[in-house]
């Protein structure tokens, strides 16, 4: 949706951009369609994506199979897209340029589901953050999940940021990056295999789904306690989409 009187360069490099995206992930984009509105009413460009894909045979993935004993893994860092902008769109400094982790998480899925097809969930915690994914999964499924909150990756950048404006980390956007729920035997080599991908080398194994606390996400500190990890109150700052 092209607001009318938007610049030919802009329309062209945001135009430009699907498409490479879609190459990178082995994609094809099949169709579009463009609109304009009036002057004022579209504040640029907005576009709006579907996608369609095939489910491999064999695969079950749904937050419902997340059983007690399951890995949870995370395939990298945490809160850097939501912080990225954030200082953006609110202009805000912190020291150090902060850029989006935004990429396809495509071949990484792949590689996962070429050691274990048996994957029990995935989440790509954008919109809802980590916390958001953590607790939709531990209710859907009916089990708790407790984390080793000193395991988090959160970078420094993101906890100065978050720590100066009061936000906790688990409940920032996060974009290329995924949550997966493995059974406890095949954790280390699923854990190896989103290693070895470039977009995973600091994926690290967070906590354990538990039959405790069923639908509660539970965070043991780093000063020997606990706390319970809700979802996050009222709008999301950013709110991405």
Do not use: Y
Not at 211 to 223: I, K, N, Q
Request: hydrophobic share 45%; net charge negative.
């Amino acid at each position: 949706m092209l607001e009318e009187g938007v610049e030919l360069s802009v329309v062209g490099r945001v135009a430009q951009a699907p498409g490479d995206a879609a190459r990178t992930a082995g994609l094809t984009v099949a169709t579009g369609d463009t609109k304009v509105v009036d002057a004022g009413h579209g504040d640029g460009i907005f576009i709006n994506t579907a996608g369609i894909g095939l489910v491999p045979d064999g695969v079950d993935i749904r937050p419902q199979r997340a059983a007690p004993g399951d890995a949870v893994l995370v395939s990298g860092q945490i809160g850097v897209h939501g912080v990225a902008i954030m200082s953006v769109r609110e202009g805000l400094e912190f020291g150090v340029e902060i850029q989006s982790d935004t990429a396809s998480l495509a071949g990484m899925v792949a590689d996962t589901l070429a050691v274990c097809q048996d994957l029990h969930a995935l989440r790509d915690p954008t919109r809802g953050d980590l916390a958001t994914s953590l607790n939709e999964i531990a209710g859907a499924a009916g089990v708790g999940i407790t984390l080793d909150e000193r395991s988090l990756p959160v970078p420094d950048t993101v906890a100065n940021a978050c720590s100066f404006l009061g936000l906790d980390p688990l409940h920032v956007a996060n974009e290329g990056e995924l949550v997966a729920f493995v059974p406890p035997d095949h954790a280390e080599a699923v854990l190896e295999a989103i290693r070895a991908h470039p977009l995973g080398k600091e994926s690290v194994w967070i906590g354990t789904c538990v039959e405790d606390h069923p639908g509660m996400v539970v965070a043991a500190t780093g000063l020997g306690g606990t706390r319970v990890v809700d979802m996050p109150l009222g709008e999301q700052l950013p709110r991405i989409c």
